[in-house]
């Protein structure tokens, strides 16, 4: 919190999308948390703004119709490699649709990879009120496996017109996978009649080794080895993507992607988000991934009353609003902020410039010791200001 910021007592977190309203702008992502209707039941029960099942389909495609083992590969850092390649069919979620429809959080996830099938499925669903499908053509190890129909404009668009030209009445939003040309496809999307986005999947898929064998470390049981990837390492990616879709979209964005903390969930809403969906922090959460997700809720309201907003969507598009479209070519200097300064060195030690940066000795009591910047040796990399966890340095243009 900056020392100008005033702090509110009551904030909305509620959103407005696709004609709906949603209590607060977190969504459980679709995969294994919910595929059966006793899970989805336990997220209904917790206090996200949405939930969406496991992603379904009209039937199993050949081969299919249970996952490979092992699927699922927990690693460090907080990110999973997936090899999950099935969700039950509309048979098994059919009973459950009146009542899941009623509560006006739940999103159905359908594959939109047999365009017939998908079809099909929003057809049936379509006479039930639910606020929008989001039809998954982005599975990254499927895409791999089958063709990667997140980046073929031709199946996107007869998709989305398919389902467009029958009179689906409920919102359709895309859900896109990471790539080069992710902003021109979902402008396609949009333009064939998509009513959001929502971008990413899983990333590549990847491998990975296991250094003491030199083979693949947990093979996924999928030729090949490969899984999503999934969870923090893929967060800057997603946010770049929810950032430039925001820029030149003009349909709704929802962000996805390694989000994993209230600083994420706020982040990918300044970059334009509508919402977010959380998917690989809640799993590893296990079986307290309700109140994995309950406190990040908490956590959401806390920060926007802590930094002065009284609204959530006072921060939305914050950051589209003020990126430059310059690069900064005039070096800028690090100013401290002797306040904040706890003199713990780490601005001095991750400098590469001799000179540029010291600590001198403090004569009043605290901190002892403080870091001064030469101007003739300092290049403005901005490396220190980025280390410092007290944010006591900062970037300035020089007097001169
Ligand atoms: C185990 C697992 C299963 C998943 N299953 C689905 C799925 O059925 N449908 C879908 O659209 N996305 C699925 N995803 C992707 C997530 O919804 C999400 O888009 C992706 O993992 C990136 O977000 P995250 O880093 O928060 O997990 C799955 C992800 C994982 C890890
Ligand atoms: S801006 Fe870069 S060069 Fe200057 S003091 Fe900081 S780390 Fe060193
Ligand atoms: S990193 Fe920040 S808190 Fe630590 S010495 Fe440098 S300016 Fe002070």
Redesign the pocket.
Known sequence: MSSETTPVTKTDLSIELLGRKFNNPIILGSGTLGDSIERVNLFLASKIGGVIPRTTRLHYAPGRDHHPSPHLDVMSGGNMRNAEWTGATIDYWRPFLGKLSENGRTIISISGRDINGCLAVCQELDRFNFPFFEINISCAHSNDAHGFITRNWEHITTLVRTLKDVGIKTPLALKFGHSDYIVSLALAAQEAGADAIVAINTLCPVIDFDISSGKPNFTLGIAGGKGGLSGKAIFNIALTDVFDLSKHLTIPVIGCGGISSVEDVIKMIMAGASMVEVYTAAHLHGKKAPEFLNKLVGDVDKWLAEHGYSNISQIQGLALKSVSQNNQIIPLL?KLNKDLCTGCNK?VN????DG??SMINNSQKKPKQFPK?DPNH????????SVCPKDAIFLEAPLS
């Open positions: 690090p601005c991750i400098c590469l410039e540029a940066i910047i300092c290049i403005g990399c901005g490396a220190c200001v």
